[in-house]
Structures are given as structure tokens and as C-alpha cells.
């Protein structure tokens, strides 16, 4: 590979696609939730993100409060400017010179937007990263909806583009491991400092979604429940990797933030203000909080674990270590590039490594049929057999 990065402005004007290790695809697409940048947006952003939801009204005041708190502006955008720009430098570093567009569910650039910019960079066949590394309605598949939803928008006007996507990476040594890196180090911190870890617990923590799209996550040929699965999975395997690193026998736990919807509908517990309160309880005087459901700290980070779950460690007379989310990590970023080469790789029909750790089997880059199902209506979804 001698081929010299390109300039963008180079790969604006060629309509070819780029010949190079990322082909057959000529963009990469990051696409995630999106957040509100100033007070006026924080509304509209609410308004669409629970359209027809059931989420009571009550809910989403306070939410919309805890954006307020931080001046209307979620991180969320500037982690992924951020992310871009880490997976930029690694991209060329590894001479690859596909451009990156972006996109979003619930805030400008819009995933049709997004689409619209593939179009007139005479992009014909891009892949897609997710800002979420499981599997479950939520983090994949109404993304895969948001995909097909953009691609019948902008295939009116203009020649249509091919969309592939890379699997769902939790089980990816560049998510997985930075995840292990990042707890091992906190916890060695603590033990540096001289704390007894018979005093530490360590919780690992995600976000809270419905009993019922739980049940229904994966693809539909297992048990189901595929989004806790691969969490209590994850938890376990950073549990064990830290104990042994560390010479420790710390208990580790999976628990839930940021829950909402009617009080009547079951959702994934425990709560962590819950579990914290249990814990102080009976005697554990540290905890370490590591949110692995999560790619980088945005607001469900800083208000539900920084502020919120903060004020309950303190109010209890508990020790809160929240450990870093992966966010541009080199370790994760040089695996999410890992995991485009590997796309790339079975797009062309070859039959890639795909590195899994924990576990043996790395979830298929193209969703079985009816994989993670929407439980109210169906909707056409891209980069699966359906
Ligand atoms: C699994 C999952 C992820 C992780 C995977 C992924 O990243 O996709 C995630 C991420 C995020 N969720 C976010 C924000 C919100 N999620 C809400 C509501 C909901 N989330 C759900 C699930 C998830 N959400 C669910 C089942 C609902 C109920 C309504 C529905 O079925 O859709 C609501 C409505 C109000 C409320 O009830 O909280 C808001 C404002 C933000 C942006 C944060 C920022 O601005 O920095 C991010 C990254
Ligand atoms: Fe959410």
C-alpha cells in the first residue's frame, strides 16, 4: 500500500470509487442518536425522539430539565466531530483515503441528510458504524430503519446507494478490550491509593430498555434477550479479566440507568440508584461504575451516572469511580477500523478473521430476517436479509 492519502477535496471530484483496501465502498457512514446543541433544540430533539412512544409527559419535562442543566447542549455531537476525526487519523495512517460522512436519528445531520451528501459526492456503496455496539430494537435496528427510511427519501432524486453495515462489535476485541483496559485501570488506581478491595464492587452499567424489546433482541433463532445477554457477558468477562490482572476477587454486576415510559411497562432492572442504596447497605464502601452500554459520555453519562447516581453515592456515604467510556480510545477507534476492513473483506466475498473476545461467535454483519424487531410496526430495514 504506497498509495498516498488522498486530499478530500481530490476524493470529492472522482466519481470513481476509491480503489483501495476499504473497497467495495467508496464512504463511510457514521450514524448515531444525535443531541440538542442549544435550549431552543432541546424540545423539538424530545418531541422527535418519543413521536407516537407512550412516554409520559411528566418524563419528558424532566429530561428535557436535565438538558437544560448542561445549557441545552448535549456532548453527544462533539464526541462524535471527535470520533470522526480520531477514525480520520487512523484511516490514514493505514493509507485509506474513503471519506467519512455522518448522520443521525434524532438531530442535523440527519441520516437522509447524510444520504444526500453520499449522493452528491458520487458515493454508489458506503458502510455504516453504529454509535452503539449490542444488539436490541433501540441501538441497531431502528438504525437499520433509519437507513432504508433516508435511502427511499433521496432515491427519488438521484441514483441510489448501496448500504452495508459492520456487526454489532460488544463482542469486538477493540470495544471489549478497551472496556477491560479502562476498569482494570481504575480499580488499580484504588488499589494504589491502599483501598481493601473486599470494600470494592464493581458495577457494570447500560442503558434501561423495555422487558418485552429485550425479549425480542437478536435474530430471532435463539432465546432471545440477546441485548442483556451480551451485556452480562461482557460484565462477567471484564470481572474475571480484572480479577486475574490484579490478583483481586472483586463481585461484579450489571446494572440499569436512565429508564423511562409508563411505570406500568416492565423495563431491565435493577436501577442503579436502586443497587447503590442495596449495596451501601450491606457494607460496600467503593464502587466502581463502568458504563459499558455506552460509546462515549453523553448526556445519559453525565446527568444519569455523573449527576444523578453521583448524588445518591454521596448521599449514602458511597465512593463513585465512574470509569471512562471507550470514546476515542486508540485501542477502540483502531477497532472500529478493524471492523470496516473486515466488512470491506466479505463484501468482496472473502472470508475474513473476525476476532471475538468474549464468547466464540461474532454476530453476522447482515441481520437474519426479523431480527430485533419493532414491536409496534414493522418498517423496511436495510443491511439485513429482510
Ligand atoms: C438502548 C438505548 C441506547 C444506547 C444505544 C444507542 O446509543 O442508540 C440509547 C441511547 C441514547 N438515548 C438518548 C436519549 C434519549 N433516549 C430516550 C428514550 C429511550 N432510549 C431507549 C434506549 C436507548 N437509548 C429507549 C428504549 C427509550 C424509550 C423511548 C424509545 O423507545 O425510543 C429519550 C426520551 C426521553 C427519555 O425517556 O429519556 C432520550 C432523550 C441519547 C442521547 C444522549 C444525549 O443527548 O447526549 C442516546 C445516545
Ligand atoms: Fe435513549
Not at 59 to 64: A, D, F, I
Not at 79 to 98: G, H, P, V, Y
Not at 281 to 286: F, L
Not at 356 to 369: D, H, N, Q
Amino acid at each position: 500500500m504506497t498509495q498516498q492519502p488522498q486530499h478530500p477535496e481530490q476524493a470529492e471530484q472522482s466519481d470513481q470509487p476509491d480503489a483501495g483496501p476499504l473497497e467495495p465502498y467508496d464512504g463511510i457512514l457514521l450514524l448515531s442518536f444525535g443531541g440538542p446543541e442549544k435550549a431552543e433544540d432541546v424540545l423539538p430533539f424530545l418531541r422527535r425522539v418519543t413521536a407516537g412512544r407512550g412516554i409520559p409527559d411528566e418524563r419528558l419535562e424532566q429530561v428535557g430539565e436535565h438538558y437544560y442543566g448542561f445549557g441545552g447542549r448535549s456532548p453527544i455531537n462533539d464526541q462524535n466531530r471527535a470520533l470522526i476525526a480520531a477514525l480520520r487519523a487512523e484511516l490514514d495512517r493505514r493509507d485509506i483515503s474513503t471519506p467519512i460522512i455522518w448522520g443521525n436519528r434524532n438531530f442535523t445531520p440527519f441520516t437522509a441528510e447524510a444520504f444526500a451528501e453520499a449522493q452528491e459526492r458520487g458515493m454508489r456503496r458506503i458502510v455504516t458504524v453504529l454509535t452503539s455496539a449490542y444488539q436490541s430494537y433501540s441501538s441497531c435496528r431502528q438504525y437499520r430503519e433509519d437507513l432504508a427510511a433516508a435511502d427511499a427519501e433521496v432515491s427519488e432524486q438521484g441514483p441510489a446507494i448501496e448500504v452495508d453495515k459492520v456487526r454489532p462489535y460488544a463482542n469486538h476485541p477493540g470495544f471489549s478490550r478497551t472496556n477491560t483496559r479502562l476498569v482494570t485501570e481504575a480499580v488499580r488506581g484504588l488499589l494504589r491509593e491502599g483501598v481493601d478491595p473486599a470494600t470494592v464492587r464493581l458495577l457494570c452499567v447500560t442503558h434501561s430498555i423495555p422487558d418485552a424489546m429485550d425479549d425480542t433482541s437478536g435474530p430471532g433463532d435463539e432465546d432471545g434477550n440477546a441485548y442483556s445477554r451480551q451485556h452480562i457477558q461482557l460484565g462477567a468477562a471484564i470481572t474475571e479479566e480484572v480479577n486475574a490482572t490484579l490478583d483481586t476477587d472483586l463481585e461484579g454486576e450489571l446494572v440499569f440507568c436512565s429508564r423511562s415510559g409508563p411505570p406500568t411497562q416492565p423495563w431491565l432492572e435493577p436501577d442503579v440508584n436502586d443497587r447503590l442504596e442495596e449495596l451501601a447497605a450491606d457494607g460496600v464502601q467503593t464502587v466502581v461504575l463502568a458504563p459499558i452500554g455506552f460509546v462515549s459520555d453523553h448526556m445519559e453519562v453525565v446527568y444519569d451516572l455523573d449527576t444523578e447516581a453521583a448524588a445518591t453515592a454521596e448521599k449514602l456515604g458511597l465512593r463513585l469511580v465512574r470509569v471512562p467510556t471507550v470514546g476515542v480510545d486508540p485501542e477502540f477507534v483502531s477497532g472500529l477500523v478493524d471492523l470496516l476492513l473486515e466488512r470491506a473483506a466479505e463484501a468482496r466475498g472473502e472470508d475474513p478473521v473476525r476476532p471475538v473476545w468474549p464468547g466464540r461467535t461474532a454476530p453476522p454483519s447482515v441481520c437474519a430476517p426479523g431480527c430485533c424487531p419493532n414491536l409496534r410496526t414493522a418498517r423496511p430495514a436495510l443491511c439485513g436479509r429482510d
